[in-house]
């Protein structure tokens, strides 16, 4: 799944470990996230797009 | 929040202690009920089966305290961990049918195996390969 979790981190100026602790998950899962190894669980994408202000479609979207 | 990932600077000894101290029960479980009905041929069945199976007990808080620990991880850490513990789970049921099969047909084996393998072999078997499926798993995600 793509997603644009690291432009709108580095938009925020926020570290891969600021943004792990404001999302209460480890640097791992948010580096997997960016790097498209891992898709978060629907509760932490909720609370990314919480976190961005922004619909979770807008974040995260199906390779089609 | 780090990742508590075994075998890490965050997994304290206090961490491994609280994680495996049922592991230590069930090793002792297992050298002294295979002390005891080594040395009493004449107990019932229902006893000496009683005897053979207690450290099942231990095995089976050890498998809930893992369980309330892997809940505690974070989503990513807590996938690594049940895919990897998942994986020497099946190596170990793997060996031991192996191993059954070899004696069943009577295919010489070394001693040690000769009884098939019992509790603390196989943990230490399903946890060899936790780690090096883990450290895989792991890198997978870096």
């Given at each position: 799944?793509?997603?644009?979790?690291?432009?709108?981190?580095?938009?925020?100026?926020?570290?891969?470990?600021?943004?792990?602790?404001?999302?209460?998950?480890s640097?791992?899962?948010?580096?997997?996230?960016?790097?498209?190894?891992?898709?978060?669980?629907?509760?932490?994408?909720?609370?990314?797009?919480?976190?961005?202000?922004?619909?979770?479609?807008?974040?995260?979207?199906?390779?089609? | 929040?780090e990742s508590v990932q075994p075998?890490s600077?965050q997994y304290?000894?206090?961490t491994?202690?609280?994680?495996?101290?049922?592991?230590?029960?069930?090793?002792?479980?297992?050298?002294?009920?295979?002390?005891?009905?080594?040395?009493?041929?004449?107990?019932?069945?229902?006893?000496?089966?009683?005897?053979?199976?207690?450290?099942?007990?231990?095995?089976?808080?050890?498998?809930?305290?893992?369980?309330?620990?892997?809940?505690g991880l974070?989503?990513?850490q807590?996938?690594?961990?049940?895919?990897?513990?998942?994986?020497?789970?099946?190596?170990?049921?793997?060996?031991?049918?192996?191993?059954?099969?070899?004696?069943?047909?009577?295919?010489?084996?070394?001693?040690?195996?000769?009884?098939?393998?019992?509790?603390?072999?196989?943990?230490?078997?399903?946890?060899?390969?936790?780690?090096?499926?883990?450290?895989?798993?792991?890198?997978?995600?870096?």
């Amino acid at each position: 799944m793509k997603n644009r979790v690291r432009e709108l981190r580095t938009a925020k100026n926020w570290s891969q470990g600021e943004l792990a602790d404001r999302l209460a998950v480890s640097r791992q899962t948010i580096n997997a996230i960016e790097t498209q190894k891992y898709d978060p669980s629907l509760p932490l994408a909720l609370k990314i797009g919480r976190l961005f202000k922004k619909p979770v479609e807008e974040i995260f979207e199906t390779d089609e | 929040m780090e990742s508590v990932q075994p075998g890490s600077s965050q997994y304290s000894p206090q961490t491994s202690w609280k994680l495996h101290g049922w592991l230590v029960v069930t090793a002792l479980l297992e050298i002294v009920s295979d002390y005891v009905l080594r040395h009493n041929p004449g107990w019932s069945e229902l006893l000496r089966a009683g005897c053979a199976l207690s450290p099942l007990l231990p095995c089976v808080m050890w498998v809930r305290t893992w369980a309330r620990f892997v809940g505690g991880l974070d989503e990513l850490q807590r996938r690594i961990q049940i895919e990897s513990r998942l994986v020497g789970c099946i190596g170990a049921l793997l060996a031991i049918l192996a191993i059954n099969a070899l004696n069943m047909h009577g295919i010489a084996l070394p001693k040690f195996f000769a009884r098939g393998l019992s509790f603390m072999p196989a943990i230490i078997l399903a946890g060899i390969i936790w780690r090096i499926a883990s450290a895989v798993i792991n890198r997978r995600y870096q």
